[in-house]
């Protein structure tokens, strides 16, 4: 079992920068797939980004690359979320998820119960 736990979202201007936060504990962070996704009012939960247990692969959607940057330390069994530039239409709930096999979101075994971001125009 692993519980995660997400922080660090908030309201940013368009333009702008947030750092997104997943603690996680229970069983071997560091041994696990690791994945960012999110959710807007009304749509269906989509993929961000995802990261192997040793950081060495990494895999975001067309729509964020160039702009965020996914991480983890596994000393601290945390996974970040670096997001810069920061548009309208990033506004969602953030959802960090373990055990997963890169971008597919039904792959993932646990979830934490999200952080919302909300960007303004």
């Known amino acids: 079992q692993v519980q995660l736990v997400e922080s660090g979202g908030g309201l940013v201007q368009a333009g702008g920068s947030l750092r997104l936060s997943c603690a996680a504990s229970?069983?071997?962070?560091?041994?696990?797939?690791m994945g960012w996704f999110r959710q807007a009012p009304g749509e269906e939960r989509k993929s961000v980004a995802s990261i192997s247990p040793s950081g060495a692969r990494i895999t975001y959607v067309d729509s964020v690359k160039g702009r965020f940057t996914i991480s983890r330390d596994n000393a601290k069994s945390t996974l970040y979320l670096q997001m810069n530039s920061l548009k309208s239409e990033d506004t969602a709930v953030y959802y960090c998820?373990?055990?997963?096999?890169?971008?597919?979101?039904?792959?993932?075994?646990?979830w934490g119960q999200g952080t919302q971001v909300t960007v303004s125009s």
């Open positions: 998820a373990a055990g997963g096999t890169g971008l597919r979101i039904g792959s993932y075994d646990f």
């Open positions: 229970g069983r071997t962070f560091s041994g696990r797939v």
